[in-house]
């Protein structure tokens, strides 16, 4: 009996075979698919609970912020916001960091979106690895020798030393990124356009310029962000006049406590516009990264 069993499974038609495991490919794929979907909303979960937490703990006092027994329920109150934007004056520190990240940013495309065009159409690989160096050069191992040059020069305090400061990581950024959105397109057209009369700037004035705005805005959006929440090139060089929100913030902290429901309310108002720039930027950054990953 055991040999006409053996004899039966092996005359089963492939055909017969290979149907039974194409029916049992939808039940793995289906297990999959519920894994990567409950991967991606724990991954999602772990991102926004501290922004939740934060937009939660805007709305309290410090009372409920400490009792355990009202963190969802309690009753919310906008004192927090009032003190932020009233009485701290914040829409002064809300002008200076959109000032410092716009005139820096604007500056860092005028300079490096030229430099990263000489560099995609000529051979200048010693200028490349200046930038990737810049790139990898930490911020923070400068900012004692920029106190101490820029306090010999007396421009401590003022918004040019915040502007540059931010420059030195704005511009290899941007550099860096339209130095691959560059080698995307194809050479040919600004040939084409040489041939018909334009000369080489004109060339990259009327043909190339056009065609990068994609990667010059996804550029730009990057080095105003990363601006616009810098702390610690503001702590060190901004003064009282010229303090920006991310130092701001840090009023909020003294060393015998810490005004938890303030502190929330005016990260908030940081996070707010960046949040909004992010969202409706969001396609144009990824066209942009994406558009240097290959050539032709």
Known sequence: MTVLHENTESQTPASQRRGTARRRKPLRSNGYKV?????????????IAPLFWM???SFKTNVDIYDAGKSFLFTPTAENYANVLQRNNYFVFIFNSFWVAFVSTALSLVL????AYAMSRFTMHRSALVVL??????GVSLLVPWYYVFSNLKMVGGFEVLILSHMFVALPLIVYIMMS???????????SAQVDGLTPIGAFRHITLPLSV???ATAGILAFIFSWNNFMFALVL???KTKTLPVAIFDFVSYASIDWGGLMAAATVVTIP?????LFTQKYIVSGLTAGATKG
């Open 274 to 278: 960046i949040m909004i720039i992010a």
């Open 214 to 216: 994609a990667g010059m």
């Open 181 to 191: 959105y560059f080698d995307s397109l194809p050479i040919e057209l600004e040939e």
């Open 55 to 57: 937009l939660l703990a």
């Open 238 to 240: 901004s003064g009282s």
């Open 112 to 115: 490096g979106v030229p430099a």
């Open 35 to 47: 894994f990567r979907f409950a991967a991606l909303v724990a991954v999602v979960l772990f991102l």
């Open 133 to 138: 160096m810049a790139r990898v050069i930490p």
